[in-house]
């Protein structure tokens, strides 16, 4: 059984930084796109970005956030620096069975396995 758990989540102060992690069980996911998505009350679940052997980013997050990953650990990474209130949000990480980037991978319907989510509290 797949199973993604993410960490990392918590309050930070805008300007802030935090670096959230999701470890991946039950098969490997190396060579294949994984990324993060994240969802604010009462809107859509949003792309923020995803990796292959590069990486993809929203708009919106573009030089504030990295996505990185640890095939050897089957575990991603999104390290997100200068974090404004509109960041707040739950966050997904999630992972495809595709293993070459398009741009409907920007989509959480292409998405085959999900983490349960944590929440990212931007506050002063």
């Known amino acids: 059984q797949v199973e993604l758990v993410e960490s990392g989540g918590g309050l930070v102060q805008p300007g802030g930084s935090l670096r959230l992690s999701c470890a991946a069980s039950?098969?490997?996911?190396?060579?294949?796109?994984v990324g993060w998505f994240r969802q604010a009350p009462g809107k859509e679940r949003e792309f923020v970005a995803a990796?292959?052997?590069?990486?993809y980013y929203a708009d919106s997050v573009k030089d504030r956030f990295t996505i990185s990953r640890d095939n050897a650990k089957n575990t991603w990474y999104l390290q997100m620096n200068s974090l404004k209130y509109e960041d707040m949000a739950v966050y997904y990480c999630?992972?495809?069975?595709?293993?070459?980037?398009?741009?409907?991978?920007?989509?959480?319907?292409?998405?085959?396995?999900w983490g349960q989510g944590t929440q990212v509290t931007v506050s002063s």
């Open positions: 039950g098969r490997t996911f190396s060579g294949y796109v």
């Open positions: 999630a992972a495809s069975g595709r293993q070459d980037w398009g741009a409907h991978l920007r989509r959480p319907s292409e998405y085959n396995y």
């Open positions: 990796a292959t052997y590069y990486a």
